[in-house]
């Protein structure tokens, strides 16, 4: 059985990476000076107009929704 460590994956990914799988989920990520910026993947159909209040953090690792989710702020997982 394969043990995996969240941390551990979470903190190897690269920028790039991120980029990658938000592109690949349809949210149009964009580089700005903090990480990314994206469509509101995390809650919206993305056919409804999602808007563009999805932040990456680079320097955390972490995500902040900035359009209501219940719980605004998470990681890749």
């Known amino acids: 059985m394969l043990i995996f460590d969240k941390q551990e994956i979470r903190e190897s990914l690269s920028i790039n ?3 990658d799988l938000l592109e690949e989920w349809g ?3 964009e580089y700005c000076p903090t990480g990314l910026i994206a469509r509101t993947i995390c809650h919206n159909r993305l056919n409804d107009g999602a ?3 999805l932040y990456y953090y680079e320097n955390t690792g972490l995500f ?3 359009t ?3 719980d605004p702020v998470f990681d890749i997982f």
């Open 68 to 70: 209501g989710c219940e």
């Open 64 to 66: 902040r929704c900035y």
């Open 27 to 29: 949210g149009e990520p």
């Open 51 to 53: 808007s563009r209040k």
């Open 17 to 19: 990476e991120v980029y």
